[in-house]
């Protein structure tokens, strides 16, 4: 059985990186054990979201051992 995708799946530890979007977290899946990346972002506006997408789109079809592999994305308000 499946669990559905949300942030209380993941442990989020250790801040590892900065970026244009937001920050990116060292982070355990806590149902797999697998160690993640879990990348915390600020949308403040709608050209934003846009470009989160395309990136999204990008990753979820890259397969390297030099790139994270994409597991999923959710949307989590903070209003």
Same mark, same amino acid.
């Given at each position: 059985?499946?669990?559905?995708?949300?942030?209380?799946?993941?442990?989020?530890?250790?801040?590892?990186?900065?970026?244009?979007?937001?920050?990116? &977290?060292?982070?355990?899946?806590?149902?797999?054990?697998?160690?993640?990346?879990?990348?915390?972002?600020?949308?403040? &506006?709608?050209?934003?979201?846009?470009?989160?997408?395309?990136?999204?789109?990008?990753?979820?079809?890259?397969?390297?051992?030099?790139?994270?592999?994409?597991?999923?994305?959710?949307?989590?308000?903070?209003?």
């Amino acid at each position: 059985m499946s669990l559905p995708l949300s942030a209380r799946r993941y442990e989020k530890k250790e801040l590892v990186g900065r970026g244009a979007y937001g920050v990116v &977290y060292r982070g355990r899946d806590t149902v797999t054990g697998r160690i993640v990346a879990i990348k915390i972002l600020n949308l403040d &506006y709608e050209e934003d979201f846009s470009d989160m997408q395309r990136e999204i789109n990008l990753l979820s079809q890259l397969h390297s051992p030099h790139i994270a592999q994409y597991y999923g994305s959710f949307i989590e308000s903070s209003r």
